[in-house]
């Protein structure tokens, strides 16, 4: 039997897309993370057992995209709906233990995800990939023949995320990196096809971490409950909350998959009610490297275990008009990432983060 698996599982890695394992710095520390890979994914996991199975509420904060990743040819829409299936992944599974919050409500644990890097479906491989997995069944109807998909134009996914607790502490955190492979799955034609896969599959093994407290990998899962079943298959979802997120596709969502087509095709996204509106609120994210260019390093008015506060040294400017707004802080890491939740609004933002000298860090709204 050895000596058939091996082969198998050498062809397996063979038609396997590689995605880095990378770190963008927006994880509060990286110390005592250690591999933990599963059969097609690598992973590196940290997590504080006895106060992770002490929490009893979580909320999930917004999914984003690295600058890097954010650069990479996805449309905004594309970017909203794998942003998306990350969070309603993570929130079905969480949902197996956990009572979810509101993102403005205080809870045991606060999660976060960054998307750090995408690689796009090639459109035309994934065609004739599926096209060749139509022909066995017009040349030996009712005979199945597995046709592996081609193994160029495959996309990527590298996440990582972190749970912290009321005090900003980080209580476990995941490194996490898959690539789509010729075997399993049925490739979509769209650019987004796998990493929109790949985003729903990080979220639920990221969301069992917690509710187990230990990695998911290298172990057999145990079945999913009733409740998550049904919210798989378009069904109503254990907390009541997740229903931000939008419902899962359910079987219009497989049969999609099954003959390629587009995720939003059958993903509606987020639910319409959670959905920004113009007077609203976008994310801004502010890269490290940024901070870093700036003569500033330790603001005197932001503290970074104070979330929400208000930070009123925010000024909006755009080629029109411009003048001074007050943005909710909804994260700050000056080892990583400045993320503030801003009304949205066209045009460029410039933060003062409220030190001496005044130091200004100009983004836009990340995707």
Known sequence: ??????PTLGLMAAGCATAPLERSGSL???GNLTPSDGFLTKSQVRVSKADVLGAKTARIEPTAFTVAAAREPFSDQQRSLIKNAV????????????RIVAPTEPADLSVRAVITHIAPTDTTAAGVSKVAS????????GVPIPVPRLPIGLGSLSVEAEARDRSGNQK?????ARGANSFTGAPRVSSDGDAYDLASAFGDDFGKLLVTAESPFGKVSAPPSIGSLKASLGGAPKEAICEAFGRAPGLTGMIGERIGLPPDWTDRGASANAAPKESGTVLLAIPREEIERTACRRPRHLDRKLAPVQAPAISRSTKKSGGDTNGTLIEIDLDALIVLELPAASGSWSIEIGCAPTCLIEGGPLQ
């Open 87 to 98: 969070n309603r992944a993570m929130c079905f599974a969480l949902s197996e233990r956990f």
């Open 172 to 176: 476990a955190a995941m490194i996490w």
């Open 1 to 6: 039997m050895r000596w058939v698996l091996v």
């Open 134 to 141: 139509v022909i066995p069944s017009v040349v030996a109807p």
């Open 28 to 30: 509060a520390s990286y």
